[in-house]
């Protein structure tokens, strides 16, 4: 019963942060709505008690800020059009990508040390397991509010 409880939880405010996007808001509110849920999610999938969540959250978004910031910078050939690179040019992007996938390989590792402090590491295998449920989710949800109704 709780689990289903925190399903449906999960999915109203997957659907809140939709309908913003629907009503035309700015990202800015649609991603606070979507970072809440995620939270309220990883702290449920977790199994967090408020003693480890209030040190764990802040070591989260820091670590979740950083990644970002290496997969923004890993995007090779966004916005370029191959035929025009040479050979030369496409392998420096690709190894400017590797480079890349090692450094956030480096941060998973660094942070997994630094959230065994004050997670176990069943939360923490918990935690990345749920990151991949909750984007699976995420995206469902997402491409079903693409397609919409059928039209006649």
Do not use: H
């Not at 969540?53 to 800020?65: G, M, R, S, T, V």
Request: hydrophobic share 35%.
């Amino acid at each position: 019963m709780k689990t289903l409880r925190i399903y449906t939880l999960f999915f109203a405010l997957i659907s809140l942060a939709f309908s913003a996007q629907a009503q035309g808001r700015r990202g800015g509110q649609r991603g606070e709505k979507i970072d809440a849920a995620r939270t309220a999610f990883l702290t449920d999938k977790m199994k967090l008690t408020p003693e480890q969540a209030q040190k764990f959250w802040p070591l989260y978004n820091e670590f979740d800020a950083k990644r970002k910031e290496l997969r923004q910078k890993g995007r090779p050939f966004k916005g370029q059009n191959l035929e025009t690179l040479s050979d030369a040019q496409i392998k420096d992007q690709m190894t400017l990508m590797f480079d890349n996938r090692q450094k956030e390989l480096n941060l998973d590792k660094e942070y997994a040390d630094k959230f065994q402090k004050v997670i176990s590491v069943r939360q923490l295998a918990a935690m990345y397991k749920g990151e991949r449920e909750f984007t699976k989710a995420l995206l469902q949800k997402l491409n079903e509010s693409k397609v919409g109704p059928a039209e006649d």
